[in-house]
């Protein structure tokens, strides 16, 4: 009965807080016209629809956080010319719920966390039932011709290798916990990319931050060896100078990658830091994958508490609260709709700590899909393990 009043304090009665998200999903229905099967698509838009359900509980308590987010997502490029496109990715969520209402400053802190040296948001509603926020995380022009490749505003620059862990991953680092985050964060850069032949490349970042002493600037060359792909990569990441590699190749029928990156301050009031991890993965003949990985981050403690899991800030110099932890993901399908995973995560710290989360994903029609999933985390307490914190998720995604 508790759980069906704090619904309903959900959904004020004001109908322009859904006005938004009727117009998003008037638009995306429109989509398939833009595009003329006899001809090149000039333009084109798709996207995304997700309602996600939240309960957290803290120490098996009767108290317990329970939230609604909206989620929409609209995808679009504009094909100018052969050698000019324009993308724009806009996101649009709306929170409502108990984390809205318990903490006075959320709008402000979601709209902070999705800013970057370009203002690309709008904090629509804040009140303390809903907050609405819509903003570009990916707005940028490009420019490709023959082996040349030019990129200005905000993008992905993905120079990692690894599946959970990217220590070279300097310019836009994230948080693998969140998962409903599939696109990842951007950054707001230019990027100039040229191709040698097949699988080698030079690439040259830069990143502004609103002081300069906080931006970022490196190089990477890819190129291949044998049977693997190799890259070396050398910049300065916020007051700090960074060297780095990574690879991605095979051991006889298993992958094998690996990323590290050694970050030395230009600034004495910190020390050197090294981050590195490894990868190895293998299908099954039965369908299953197993992902193996360990991580180790000289920056990491020894002693973190569970909080600092989703509340620490995530960088390449420092990628997890811990300074050893050990993945293993399991993932396979037991049936052609029904897809199941488990991903553990156990850090040889003083409180032993153990990160479990279990997926279940069933594609229900076409198009739909229905996620439950689950993070839970335990620590040993006094020679007792207890789970300080068990989150759960119900998530239904439209995509069009």
Partial sequence: ??????????????????????????????????????????????????????????????????????????????????????????????????????????????????????????????????????????????????????????????????????????????????????????????????????????????????????????????????????????????RDIVIGTGWAGNIKNAGFKGEMSYFIPLEEERGNAFSMALNFDYVFNWGLYWNVGVLYNSEGSGSAGFQDLFNATISARNLYPYRWSIMSLQSGQVSPLVNIALVLVYSPVKAHALFAGPTITFSIASNWDLDIVSQVLFENDQGKYRSPLQAYFVRIKHSF
């Avoid at 004020?12 to 006899?38: C, K, M, N, Y």
């Avoid at 009140?127 to 420019?143: A, G, I, K």
Wanted: charged share 20%; net charge neutral; glycine share 6%.
């Fill in 1 to 238: 009965m508790l759980a069906v009043k704090r619904i309903g304090r959900f959904f004020p009665s004001t109908a322009r807080r859904f006005t938004f998200l009727f117009i998003t999903l008037l638009v995306g229905s429109f989509h398939h016209a833009l595009a003329q099967e006899d001809q090149e698509p000039k333009f084109t838009l798709n996207g995304y629809m997700k309602q996600l359900t939240s309960l957290i509980s803290f120490d098996l308590a009767d108290d317990y956080s329970l939230d609604i987010l909206l989620h929409n997502r609209l995808n679009s490029k504009w094909y100018m010319s052969k050698k000019w496109t324009l993308t724009a990715e806009l996101r649009t969520r709306m929170f409502l719920g108990d984390q809205v209402k318990l903490t006075p400053e959320y709008g402000e802190l979601i709209d902070q966390a999705s800013s970057g040296w370009l203002d690309l948001g709008a904090l629509i509603v804040n009140d303390r039932q809903t907050v609405l926020h819509s903003y570009f995380d990916r707005l940028y022009m490009e420019y490709s011709s023959g082996t040349w490749e030019v990129r200005l505003g905000r993008q992905r620059i993905n120079w990692g290798q690894t599946t959970n862990w990217n220590p070279n991953d300097i310019f836009n680092a994230f948080q693998f916990t969140d998962f409903d985050y599939e696109e990842r964060p951007g950054a707001d850069a230019l990027r100039i990319k040229k191709y040698y032949g097949y699988s080698s490349s030079v690439e040259v970042a830069f990143s502004p931050a609103d002081s300069f002493a906080y931006s970022t600037a490196a190089m990477m060359w890819r190129f291949n060896k044998g049977t693997y792909d190799i890259q070396l990569l050398g910049g300065i990441v916020a």
